[in-house]
Each structure stands twice: as C-alpha cells, then as structure tokens.
C-alpha cells in the first residue's frame, strides 16, 4: 500500500554528514540522482542538515526504504573517498513513520521537516535555507540554472560526482552547482497543499519546531557546525600547536570544548559534534568528571 513517510536518519552525535559547502552541494546532487532512479516514489519535502536529513516521501514502503538506504549509499561513498572514513553513514539507523493524515498530518509534517533549519538557529524562515525543499514553495522567482544538455560528460561528472548518462538533459543546475529540486519535486502539489502562502506560514509558525526556537529556556548555537569546523584547526594551532582534537591532553580537551563554548556561542552538544566526541564525554569533560 502507498503511503505518505516520513524518514528521519538517527542524529550523528560524533560526526557530521556535511562539512562544508562542496558537501551539501553534493548531498543535494545525490537526492535528485537517486529520485530519477527511484520514478515509483514522489518526494515531497527534504532537508539536509549537518549530521542528519528528513525527506517526506510518497510510495510503498519498500521503495521509500530502498530509496534512503541508496541515497545514503551514494553519499557514503563520496564522504569515504573524501574524508577516508568507513561506513559512518552506512551504519547511521533510519526511521520510517507512515504519516497520519487526519488533522492535516500532511501539512504538520511538511511543516515540520523544513522547519528544521530555523529550529537550529540557521535562519528565520525556510525559504531561506537552500540545502532543502522549503524555498521552492510559493517561491514566485525561483533560479532559472542551465540544462545538463549545457555541459559536457565531464563536466557533469566532476561537478555531480556520479555518472549521469541517464538524467534528462532537460533538467537544470542552479549557481550553486546543484540540480534545482524544482526539477524533481512537483511544486504546484506542494502548493495545492498548503493552498497560500498565509496558511504554509501558519504551520510554519505552529510546528513543534517552530515552538521548540521560541522557548525561552532553549539555548541554541549562534554558528552553523560547518563554521565552527572551519574555525576549529586554527584555535587548536594557535592554543596547544595541535592539529586535532584528538591529540589533546585532557585538561587541553577541556579548555578547548571552553574556548569554543565562549568563542562561538555554542552548546555542548555542537561543541562535540565538531570535535568529534559523544555528548557523554563532552559533559564529563566540561564538568571535570
């Protein structure tokens, strides 16, 4: 039986999926090359976010199943040849859950996969975020890109890290350097869906993530992972004249967890994720444990 799913991948405490922007790009290749392999599918809504991703897919349950597990095979692979680590994403579990769709389960759902962005401090609204589908609806000036027929086997190789033979020459790659998701996710369904732009806003505005970035009591990373990353081999130069965290003394690994926690705004659960650590050792370390 077809359904609609949402499919959530386990979040990397220890990790990241995407480091930098050469990643994303190559996450958001890699989602629209496996949804032209996987045609008896529909995604719906997406999201890459730096250690973990949502889609909201509509299929039989294996399809939808065999699609993640490829997608993440795909980027697996890349991420191995790139960094030199095995089977991180591989061994990443996935959760799939039929969506109800009573009380417009549809439209909380959607709602809440784009809205992971803003949760995470990244920005205001989705439509602002580009690693994702949220910027795609009742969007009235979308990017035009260049079709594949525009660029050379080569080309399309270096830049989609994959062969693409098989994808339509029709299709089209934005300035960003990835395959614009217009190109594979049916907008106008998207925006029957919501029917306006006031009534997208106000399942934006009500989801859970939406009501988790207004608690006052939430305290959320003023950086994205990828920035605090980028930083991290300089203040670990310049404060202990390492190269990696994991060449750190332990009172070194404490006043570095500090000088990130001071120097960027960010909570123990990001300063570990950079550093490559669990939370539990994180806060051990925090808490002189």
């Not at 959530?8 to 990790?15: F, I, R, S, V, Y």
Request: with cysteine; aromatic share 12%; net charge neutral.
């Amino acid at each position: 039986m077809r359904n609609f799913y949402l499919i959530t991948t386990e979040h990397l405490e220890e990790a990241l999926w995407f480091r930098d922007e050469e990643d994303f790009t190559v996450g958001m290749n890699h989602v629209a090359i496996e949804a032209y392999r996987h045609k008896c599918i529909a995604i719906l809504f997406f999201i890459l976010m730096s250690n973990h991703v949502h889609f909201i897919i509509f299929g039989e349950r294996e399809e939808v199943e065999t699609f993640i597990n490829d997608f993440k095979c795909r980027y697996s692979h890349y991420f191995t040849l790139k960094y030199g680590i095995n089977n991180l994403l591989l061994e990443n579990e996935i959760d799939i859950q039929v969506i109800d769709l009573n009380d417009e389960g549809l439209e909380w759902a959607g709602a809440y996969v784009i809205m992971n962005c803003v949760a995470a401090n990244i920005c205001s609204h989705p439509s602002q975020y580009k690693w994702g589908s949220g910027n795609i609806i009742f969007n009235p000036s979308l990017p035009t890109g260049r079709p594949l027929a525009d660029f050379s086997k080569r080309e399309l190789r270096r830049m989609l890290h994959s062969k693409t033979d098989f994808l339509p020459k029709m299709w089209k790659i934005g300035g960003d350097g990835f395959i614009l998701p217009q190109n594979y996710i049916n907008i106008s369904e998207l925006e029957r869906l919501y029917r306006k732009v006031s009534r997208l806003n106000f399942f934006l505005n009500n989801s859970s993530k939406a009501k988790k970035r207004l608690n006052a009591d939430e305290k959320y990373p003023a950086f994205k992972d990828q920035v605090v990353l980028y930083a991290l081999p300089d203040l670990l130069r310049s404060l202990f004249g390492k190269m990696a965290f994991s060449e750190l003394q332990v009172a070194e690994k404490v006043e570095c967890l500090r000088q990130i926690r001071f120097r960027f705004s960010s909570d123990i659960t990001q300063a570990a994720r950079v550093c490559g650590i669990s939370y539990e050792e994180a806060a051990k370390l925090i808490d002189g444990v």
